[in-house]
């Protein structure tokens, strides 16, 4: 089971560096596009590309801080890790779902079955924190039962 522990925490690292490259790219290409954008006789417009770029690029580094903030995350989890109550680098499977508990990803998929990816801050992640097999517990109205932590 730790091979899937394994391949689960493989695709949210490889999530988070595509989110860092993509955010990486975007910041190269606004701030070549600043230095491309020249003085034209229109000061004004100059002025308006500029700061627009200036924008982006900050909108961007955000997205690349909250990006490293994941991966920093994501390098404290042992995917080796045993344990028999959920925490983070767990996975969690429910009669619901199932779920790795690390960083919000998204749904993964290794072998033909689906995980969600939270985080554990998350409401879902908050509740399966620290529960054993059997629990069961309700969120939105929804019931979940813990058929395994691995």
Known sequence: MSDLKKELYNQCLSYVQMRMDAAQQAINDAQKAS???TKSSAGDKYETGREMAQQETDRNMMQLNEANKLKVALNKISPDAVTDKA?????VLTGSGNFYIAVSAGV???NNEQFFAI???SPIGLKLLGQKKGVEFKLNDKIYHIKQVI
């Open 108 to 110: 993964l998929t290794v």
């Open 119 to 121: 985080s554990p801050a």
């Open 35 to 37: 230095t491309d954008d």
């Open 87 to 91: 925490e983070t680098g767990s996975v």
